[in-house]
């Protein structure tokens, strides 16, 4: 996740974010001086009543960065503040404490996939839902969808 630092803010919002994360680093030690930089200069805030989507390829920091969020891993450096309180400052009791207020659930690729649907049934239904488009132009975005994700699989493979 290197990305550079920047801020989301949904358009006419002015109430106090409850979730602020600044500049959020992690890097990981790769053995011989190299590092792999998981997260690298995060920043957003969520405010109450709103959901923030991560959407990213495999590998590019999402777990990471929920584990900085809750505070189950140390950050390198960076911020991040729950309800106006600094959640990487703290230890011991008063971290505790915090982290009632926060979980996280861990993702279920079985659960988000319905079984009875092929791979390439379920990317398909993603297209053409709300535009027209051409039957055969699904079909070319499916398979490459399909390669893009694996060499060995196939439209036709089950999840
Ligand atoms: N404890 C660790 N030690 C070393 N490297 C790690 C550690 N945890 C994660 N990484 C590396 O950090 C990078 C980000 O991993 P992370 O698990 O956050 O990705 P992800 O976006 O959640 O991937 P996926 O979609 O597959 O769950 C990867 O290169 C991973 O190998
Ligand atoms: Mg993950």
Do not use: Y
């Not at 190299?34 to 920091?61: H, Q």
């Not at 207020?101 to 398909?124: A, E, W, Y």
């Amino acid at each position: 996740m290197a990305e550079p630092a920047r801020r989301l803010e949904p358009a006419g919002s002015s109430a106090a974010p409850l979730v602020r994360v600044e500049n959020l680093v992690k890097h990981f030690g790769a053995g011989l001086g190299t590092s792999v930089k998981a997260v690298d200069g995060v920043s957003f805030d969520i405010r109450e009543g709103e959901t923030l989507g991560l959407v990213g390829e495999s590998g590019c920091g999402k777990s990471t960065l929920g584990r900085l969020i809750t505070q189950l891993i140390p950050a390198t450096s960076g911020s991040v503040s729950f309800d106006d309180v600094e959640l990487t400052k703290l230890r011991g009791e008063k971290l505790r404490q915090q982290r009632r207020q926060l979980q996280m659930i861990f993702q279920d690729p079985f659960g988000s996939l319905d079984p009875r649907m092929t791979v390439g049934d379920i990317i398909r239904s993603c297209s053409g839902s709300s535009v027209s488009i051409r039957t055969s132009t699904i079909a070319t975005r499916t398979s490459s969808a399909v390669a893009s994700a694996s060499a060995s699989a196939s439209p036709g493979r089950w999840p």
